[in-house]
């Protein structure tokens, strides 16, 4: 079994030159499946400059950008896709505002019910968490880690996790089934730096003692 890692921004990004050169020194060890734009409440034209500023330093390196709540800035900026949770714009109007070919996926939760709505839907990915107790975001409720297994048993769909997750706990996620490992706070807040927490990852998830 293996999973990718699904990067995720810091929420806020007080000096952009100063996380370009982060985001492209991690982006440059080839471990990052793609990365998701996260920023909170920021008024919409410095969302559109992050997002415009970022977008090359991915796709310079093969990365997928997407861009979390905001469809239809995703579709301004060029991203190549989008994520919407429960408390966002639908799935179905996402879809409707980025068209066929880009990746949108949905946040689940905990629920098998919205997972399987999303998946008839046409998601291209399913989020469940937070499988951890999360410094990034708190009104999360605890997913329990079964949920990876009946979804990879069931579904062709990929699943990603997210919640808490770091070098430690992830193999747990892993072999449960999960497809991406969605990070923030384990790459971004790593005591040895981005590139080290990503590095570590990568090392953790290359351990064969599954
Ligand atoms: C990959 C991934 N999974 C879940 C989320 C959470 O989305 P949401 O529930 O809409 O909460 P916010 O991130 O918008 O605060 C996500 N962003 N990415
Ligand atoms: C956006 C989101 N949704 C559920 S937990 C979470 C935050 C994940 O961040 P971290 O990897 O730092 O726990
Ligand atoms: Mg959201």
New binding site residues.
């Given amino acids: 079994m293996s999973a990718e890692i699904?990067l995720?921004t810091p929420q806020q990004i007080p000096i952009l030159k100063r996380f370009c050169d982060e985001l492209s020194a991690v982006l440059d060890t080839g471990l990052v499946a793609c990365l998701?734009l996260?920023l909170?409440n920021v008024k919409d034209d410095l969302l559109i400059r992050v997002a415009e500023t970022i977008l090359p330093v991915c796709h310079s390196r093969g990365v997928p950008l997407l861009l979390?709540?905001r469809p239809d800035l995703a579709v301004r900026v060029g991203c190549d896709g989008c994520?919407?949770?429960?408390?966002?714009i639908s799935y179905e109007d996402a879809r409707m505002i980025m068209g066929p070919k880009a990746q949108i996926?949905v946040?689940c939760n905990n629920s098998r019910h919205l997972a399987m709505k999303a998946g008839e839907a046409g998601a291209d990915y399913v989020?469940f968490?937070a499988f951890f107790p999360s410094d990034s975001?708190y009104d999360v409720p605890i997913a329990s880690i079964d949920i990876l297994t009946w979804w990879a048993e069931l579904m062709t769909i990929p699943c990603?996790a997210?919640g808490g997750i770091t070098e430690h706990n992830c193999k747990l996620l892993v072999r449960a089934g999960s497809d991406f490992l969605?990070v923030i706070n384990a790459v971004w807040g790593h005591h040895g730096g981005p590139v080290v927490g990503i590095k570590a990852f990568d090392l953790s998830l290359k351990d064969n003692e599954y």
């Fill in positions: 699904y995720i998701q996260r909170k979390n709540d994520h919407v949770g429960q408390n966002d996926g946040t989020a968490g975001k990603v997210i969605a």
